[in-house]
């Protein structure tokens, strides 16, 4: 979705923050166990692991928790294998949607997924049927109330970002995906807080979803893909007025 339809989103679910904070925790914990895998337990070698408990701390994810999910990415504690896999799909109006997933058993997602599809008025599309509308890069996107245009650029374009975006009440930092973790740790470095940063699928082009019947079912799905529990991340191109989006 584009930066502007994701802020509006980010904003349209804080009312609903406290009753999802068990499945944001869990997502951030599946990122970190990853992570500490990959590239080890210390967050001063691993950017990565370093990024995402700046992420937990400002869901105020318990610190338990997050020593949990270190251990299991390491191997010091006993968890699952997970696996990551995507799912690319169309939604109400045409709107394609990307579905990204770390599990522990790809049958129940893959079970999971298509049931949200069928159920809300999509379809899941075989694999590379929407990807190419989109591009894999780093985004931020942070409140206006935390810096100004120019104090950001000259924060995040010497770390490697490639555009930013004044979207009056927020700024979108877009960066490629080699530059995330040294954009996020200038950012780190300078106190400036996301309100959302990961590595996203950006679309090339939007789809204008205008009619509000069409729009609600667009939503619906995304809100109800986003609830199952082995769901990451969901993307999509569609572009929807704030007024529907509220």
Not at 68 to 85: C, D, F, H, N
Not at 90 to 103: H, K, N
Not at 135 to 143: E, N, W, Y
Not at 174 to 202: N, R, T
Request: proline content about 2%; overall charge negative; charged content about 30%.
């Amino acid at each position: 979705m584009s930066g502007h339809s994701k802020w509006a989103t980010i904003k349209r679910h804080k009312a609903a923050v406290d009753a999802k904070r068990g499945k944001k925790f869990s997502v951030i914990a599946k990122e970190i166990s990853m992570a500490a895998r990959d590239g080890g337990s210390n967050p001063e070698f691993n950017m990565r692991l370093r990024t995402l408990l700046s992420k937990a701390k400002a869901a105020n994810m318990p610190s338990d928790n997050i020593e949990r999910a270190i251990k299991k990415g390491t191997g010091e504690l006993p968890g699952q294998s997970y696996e990551q896999l995507t799912y690319e799909g169309y939604g109400p109006g045409g709107v394609g949607i990307i579905v990204e997933v770390t599990t522990d058993n790809k049958n129940r997602s893959a079970a999971d997924v298509r049931s949200a599809f069928t159920k809300y008025g999509g379809k899941l599309a075989v694999s590379g049927a929407l990807s190419f509308n989109f591009h894999r890069l780093g985004q931020f996107l942070i409140s206006a109330e935390k810096t100004n245009e120019e104090k950001l650029m000259d924060i995040v374009i010497d770390a490697g970002a490639e555009d930013i975006k004044n979207m009056d009440d927020h700024f979108e930092v877009i960066c490629p995906m080699a530059s995330y973790d040294e954009v996020s740790s200038a950012l780190e470095k300078a106190g400036i807080e996301s309100d959302e940063s990961e590595i996203a699928y950006i679309p090339s082009n939007l789809i204008n979803v205008s009619e509000s019947d069409i729009a609600k079912r667009v939503m619906k799905l995304v809100d109800i893909l986003d609830e199952l529990e082995d769901v990451q991340h969901v993307y999509s191109n569609y572009d929807i007025d704030e007024k529907l989006l509220s």
